[in-house]
């Protein structure tokens, strides 16, 4: 998409777009998208004069990349006409995605909620073994819930936190002041193994499939994999479900809280 001009830009559903929609249309039409990029759960979207497009997808939240002449996804919500001859659509199945428009960066944290609290993306270049365990140490509370955190570290959601503590051998429950600095380290070392692992596989198969449309987490070893063997030790991987949050991990490989 880099160097493609937005020749119309439309809003669809304006719950989703935190911007008026004539201010949406009339600021996009014209512009030219640069390199996308992401920050822990936000994908950023700048243009050559230096506004920005943000979008939180949330749970639900799909693009889609397409030929115009593509039959509209039910609950597409704006849809970028670029010069290329294709469209950039965003629909969102449960709405609670969020797309706002920033002016430059430098007002990133004025125009995104929160934008300012959260902490470094767990794959950026800054985030040393040394910063993420002086990070994790600010917070108290269980392993998971403090990986989770995005003012902790930017971008582990539910599902990649129970891959990432499946591979460090650490039980989700197990409270983070009990964890020795090696133990933590263990984990930085987890994280980046287990997205180095995980995102060739998803990127492969958005490819291959042109539309993405589910969740592509069948790949995973644990997650959702409740009563299997686990794919270490053989033993039956354990299922908690807390709220809407489903944890999964293997107690024997995983330990006791
Ligand atoms: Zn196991």
Same mark, same amino acid.
């Given at each position: 998409m880099p160097g493609a001009r937005v020749t119309q830009a439309q809003v669809t559903i304006p719950t989703v777009v935190r911007a008026p929609k004539e201010e949406f249309t009339e600021a996009l039409t014209g512009e030219t998208l640069g390199e996308v990029r992401r920050q822990g759960k936000y994908l950023l979207f700048p243009f050559h004069s230096g506004r920005l497009m943000v979008v939180h997808a949330m749970l639900t939240g799909r693009f889609q990349y397409c030929d115009p002449g593509k039959k509209r996804r039910a609950r597409t919500a704006f849809v970028l006409a670029l010069d290329n001859a294709m469209e950039l659509r965003y629909f969102d199945q449960r709405l609670m995605g969020k797309v706002y428009l920033v002016? $430059? $960066?430098? $007002?990133l944290s004025a125009a995104v909620p929160r934008w300012s609290e959260m902490g470094p993306d767990v794959m950026s270049r800054e985030l040393t073994e040394e910063l993420f365990v002086q990070r994790l140490k600010k917070y108290r509370g269980q392993i998971k819930s403090v990986l989770t955190k995005e003012q902790c570290v930017a971008g582990i959601g539910n599902a990649y936190a129970d891959e990432v503590l499946w591979e460090a051998g650490i039980h989700p429950y197990r409270k983070r002041v009990e964890l020795s600095d090696e133990a933590l380290g263990g984990l930085y070392r987890a994280v980046r193994a287990v997205m180095e692992w995980a995102t060739p596989i998803v990127r492969q198969r958005m490819e291959a499939d042109g539309l993405p449309d589910g969740h592509y987490r069948d790949h995973l070893r644990v997650h959702r994999k409740g009563g299997e063997a686990c794919p270490r030790c053989g033993s039956r991987i354990s299922e908690i479900t807390a709220g809407q949050r489903i944890t999964n991990f293997c107690r024997r490989c995983q330990g006791s809280p």
């Open positions: 002016r $430059e $960066e430098g $007002e």
